[in-house]
C-alpha cells in the first residue's frame, strides 16, 4: 500500500486555500477580497508562531483590496496598489495519497506543473501554512482523506521541504489608518527583516513539534536573507 501523502502550498505574498475554505480560516474577514476571497495570510497575536486551530485564533486574509485582483500595500511611508500583493492563482492541495499527473486538477503534479513565479513573497505565510497542512489541529480545515495525523503516531513521519529563493519581503499589519483611510488588513512592504525573523520563529516552532524542515533554494540572490 502507500503510505506517502503529500501536500503542495504554493505561495507569493498570501496563500490561495478556495474560498469555502478562506471563510472558515479567517472567520469571514475574507468577503470583502471580492476578487480573490480564496486568499489568506499569516496571523499575529499569542499565536503567530503555533498550530492552534482557525477555531481559535483566527488567520487574516489577503491585503485590503484596491481593486480587481490588486491590493494595497504600505512601503513605510504611505499606501500603494499593486497586483503583487495577492495570491497565486494555485491552490493549496491538502495530504493525498495521488500525485496525480500534469492533467489531473487538484492534485500536487497538475498544480506544480502550471506554477509561475510572480509577486511578492511572505514567506513566512507559506511556512505557516505548509505547518498547517501537517498539523492535527487543522484537521477540520481539510478532507476526511487529507487529515494530518496525531503528533503522537509513531507511525508517521513529517517533513515540511521548504522551496524559496530566500527573498522574504512582505509581512502583514493591521487594523491601520493611512492617508486618512483605515485597513484593517495590509500588506507591507519589508524595509527590514521582519518576514525573515518570523518565518525563523515559525520554524523554529514547526521543529520543536517534531516535524522536520528542510529548505532547498533556488537562483539564490544577493538580496537573500532567508
Known amino acids: 500500500d502507500e503510505k506517502v501523502r503529500i501536500a503542495v502550498v504554493p505561495y507569493a505574498s ?6 469555502a475554505r478562506a471563510t472558515l480560516a479567517t472567520k469571514g474577514a475574507n468577503a470583502t477580497r471580492s476578487s480573490y476571497t480564496g486568499c489568506v495570510s499569516e496571523r499575529i497575536g499569542a499565536q503567530a508562531y503555533t498550530d492552534a486551530s482557525y477555531i481559535t485564533a483566527s488567520v487574516g486574509p489577503g491585503t485590503a483590496q484596491a481593486g480587481y485582483n490588486s491590493g494595497y500595500y504600505w512601503n513605510g511611508s504611505r499606501a500603494y496598489s499593486s497586483s503583487g500583493f495577492v495570491c497565486p492563482n494555485a491552490e493549496v492541495v491538502p495530504l493525498t495519497l495521488d500525485p496525480g499527473s500534469s492533467s489531473k486538477a487538484g492534485t500536487p503534479l497538475y498544480t506544480i506543473s502550471r506554477l509561475s513565479a510572480s509577486g511578492n513573497t511572505a514567506g513566512q505565510t507559506g511556512v505557516a501554512w505548509g505547518w498547517y497542512t501537517l498539523s492535527p489541529n487543522w484537521s477540520t480545515l481539510w ?4 487529515k494530518p495525523a496525531a503528533y503522537s503516531d509513531e507511525r508517521v513521519l513529517k517533513y515540511m521541504l521548504l522551496m524559496t529563493d530566500g527573498e522574504f519581503n512582505t509581512w502583514f499589519d493591521g487594523p ?13 512592504l519589508d524595509q527590514g527583516s521582519n518576514s525573515t525573523n518570523r518565518a525563523l520563529a515559525l520554524c523554529d516552532a514547526i521543529k520543536k513539534s517534531g516535524i522536520r524542515v528542510i529548505t532547498v533554494g533556488f537562483q539564490i540572490g544577493s538580496n537573500s536573507q532567508a
Open 176 to 188: 491601520v489608518r493611512l492617508d486618512k483611510t483605515n485597513y484593517d488588513w495590509i500588506a507591507r
Open 143 to 146: 478532507p476526511s482523506d487529507s
Open 14 to 19: 498570501g496563500v490561495n486555500i478556495g474560498s
